[in-house]
């Protein structure tokens, strides 16, 4: 069964409705919100997170861990498998998080 033309450009259309409805922009505001809902588990091991700015050239958000994530030796696991991914899912613009000291 093939798509009309008209129901190729619905579907284009409600594609780009969903996209809108479900993902956040790259701004620092929704990049920490993202990271408020990361931070009780964070918490939890005795560590914290802080936003520190979006390298709007590349797209990269920078984060800064600290307290027990300092000197962790899970905490670029931490990074990449946690922070990483739940910020670039909720925000697709977003094409990786970088730690910095």
Not at 29 to 57: C, S, T
Not at 83 to 101: N, R
């Amino acid at each position: 069964m093939e798509l009309t033309e008209d129901e190729l450009n619905q579907y284009a259309y409600l594609k780009r409705q969903h996209y809108l409805a479900t993902s956040m922009e790259l701004t620092e505001e929704n990049v920490i919100r993202v990271l408020q809902d990361l931070m009780p588990y964070i918490e939890a091991d005795g560590g914290w997170l802080e936003f520190v700015e979006i390298e709007h050239e590349t797209n990269f958000v920078k984060i800064r861990l600290g307290g027990a994530c300092e000197s962790c030796a899970m905490s670029a696991i931490t990074l990449k498998q946690g922070i990483e991914k739940k910020v670039m899912s909720e925000i697709p613009e977003c094409y990786g998080v970088i730690q910095v000291l």
